[in-house]
């Protein structure tokens, strides 16, 4: 069994910062693409970014320039670094990993962590 643990969230001003960590843990051979989703109320689940076991990064257009995803793969933690934030970036912050075991993969996510960003 895989879990992801999430953490960092919270109640922002506009312009402020949060980070975001994403802990995995369980049965682990290794973890391919790490990544982060949100959802607004009312909207679809979207990429806000994401990042391969080799460091490569893919954005949302929303999101570029404000933040950067990184992880460390010695911990199976990946982190969110959102700056400048804005009102449109409140929704709930959702962790995936796509974990290898012995012959199988499957993409896990974690529960979830509000982000409110008052204006």
């Known amino acids: 069994q895989v879990q992801l643990v999430e953490s960092g969230g919270g109640l922002v001003q506009a312009g402020g910062s949060l980070r975001l960590s994403c802990a995995a843990s369980?049965?682990?051979?290794?973890?391919?693409?790490m990544g982060w989703y949100r959802q607004a109320p009312g909207k679809q689940r979207e990429l806000v970014a994401a990042?391969?076991?080799?460091?490569?990064?893919n954005y949302a257009d929303s999101v570029k320039g404000r933040f950067t995803i990184s992880r460390d793969n010695a911990k199976n933690t990946v982190y969110l670094q959102m700056n400048s934030l804005k009102p449109e970036d409140t929704a709930v912050y959702y962790c995936?990993?796509?974990?290898?075991?012995?012959?199988?993969?499957?993409?896990?996510w974690g529960q979830g962590t509000q982000v409110t960003v008052s204006s």
């Open positions: 369980g049965s682990i051979f290794s973890i391919n693409a």
């Open positions: 990042i391969t076991s080799g460091g490569s990064t």
């Open positions: 995936n990993a796509n974990v290898k075991g012995l012959g199988w993969s499957y993409d896990y």
